[in-house]
């Protein structure tokens, strides 16, 4: 059974950062594509970034690009989300999510596996 789980989550202050972590047990942690989601209240889910099996590709949506990095270790089957410039609008549930296959990276419908989440919230 692979599982999920999210940690790092907390209240920041706009302008600061936080680090995701997102540690992955069962399954063949090094042959997933990672991806990062979030969804605020009332809002659909979002594509945050994605980073492929190998750790050297990755992939940001305009809304996150700059601010954001994932990084993966498959030595420690973890993924990482580092978030700067952190702004009151990134408040949301964060998810990390695993796929395999060919679909593309930024639609959630293509991940197999998800974490349960881990609330970020900014303070303006």
């Known amino acids: 059974q692979v599982r999920l789980v999210e940690f790092g989550g907390g209240l920041v202050q706009a302008g600061g950062s936080l680090r995701l972590s997102c540690a992955v047990s069962?399954?063949?942690?090094?042959?997933?594509?990672m991806g990062w989601f979030r969804q605020a209240p009332g809002k659909e889910r979002e594509f945050v970034g994605a980073?492929?099996?190998?750790?050297?590709?990755?992939y940001y949506p305009e809304s996150v690009k700059g601010r954001s990095t994932i990084s993966k270790d498959n030595a420690k089957n973890t993924v990482y989300l580092q978030m700067n410039t952190l702004k009151p609008e990134d408040t949301a549930v964060y998810y990390c999510?695993?796929?395999?296959?060919?679909?593309?990276?930024?639609?959630?419908?293509?991940?197999?596996?998800w974490g349960q989440g881990t609330q970020v919230t900014v303070s303006s």
């Open positions: 980073i492929g099996w190998g750790g050297g590709a990755t």
């Open positions: 999510a695993a796929k395999m296959g060919t679909s593309t990276w930024y639609n959630p419908t293509g991940y197999i596996y």
């Open positions: 069962g399954g063949t942690f090094s042959s997933y594509v």
